[in-house]
């Protein structure tokens, strides 16, 4: 009886010790703020990922789309050990909520463009929105390939911040308004919702308006209730926001070409694999090319279903518009942002094409 009741005591302590074992392992191999497992890179065994994907386009944009078939790619060449979560609409936090997060080493990713990637530690990446400054995407192209980008992009990365994809033509940003804008004087005052970022908001600045940055999110009420006069942004995210049934004037100033880079954390990206990493990159990759055919056949499609809402369409002169806009260069804070001679650089990278 005795001898029972000590196998029976000596059974129990062994299996409270694996059960203690066995939390302890998977609680360390948790990733915080995320719903994956880790990767174990000293045996080359990759475990299964979840990567939650956020931005703040709304269902049927072409982001929106690309972002789903980006998360089916994934999980079809990974076999089903990576995944994407995609979060629409904003659901997710704001873009710089997103960043702020993917610099915490959540494991989610995020669009990033210049001048938000600027703000986070590359300053000379913001002249990618500059206005006026590309006159087509294949200059963007040319600037994406150069040695000078690949020096950002190694910053970044030093930051906290891995580009995983820099394709992904967000699109050409125009005008919404609700008055009339034929002229640069017209925007003289109007509060026109931008990013939250220097450049954005400098670059408004210089054509007279009162850039007013605020979520995407919360555009459609601002305009209702008179908080705003307009915004701006490619003509698919202009439509599929229903933006054009509070502001009924659409302005072709075509102000940016807007490349959008899709960012994850520095330390998630090293934790993978080696495969999983070029998984994670040529998928993404893949999912831009799509993204941009998807933004070229929407921008017409669009143009057209919002003069089919009562949407009056101008277009303006761009020389006027590029002209006011000069004077954004010669601002002492954007000065002061880039290093010496950036803009004359990357002229000169472009001009190469």
Known sequence: MKKKLIAT???MVCAVSLVGCGGATESGNATKGTETAATDKSSGTATEITISFGHDNNPGDPVEEAAEYWADRL??????????????SGQLGSKSDLLDQILAGDTVAAIGNGPFLADLGAPDLGILNAPYLFSSWEELDTLVASDWYQEQMDILEQKGIKVLASNWRYGVRQTLTVKPVEHVSDLKGMKIRTQSTTVHVKGFECLGATPTPMALS??????????IDGLENPLSVLYSGAYYEVAKNLTLDAHIRDLSCICVSTDVFNSLTEE???WLIETCEEAGEYQNELAAKADEECLQKMKDNGVTVYEV??????????SFYEDPEIQSM????LVDKVKGIISEE
């Open 218 to 227: 919360d555009v459609y009420t601002a305009l209702q209730q008179k908080t």
């Open 75 to 88: 999980e079809e060449v990974s076999g089903g050990t990576m995944k994407i979560n995609v979060y629409p």
């Open 317 to 326: 002169d761009e020389d006027e518009f590029k002209q006011a806009a000069e």
């Open 338 to 341: 880039w290093s010496e001679g």
């Open 9 to 11: 005591i000596l059974a």
């Open 276 to 278: 999983q990493q070029q």
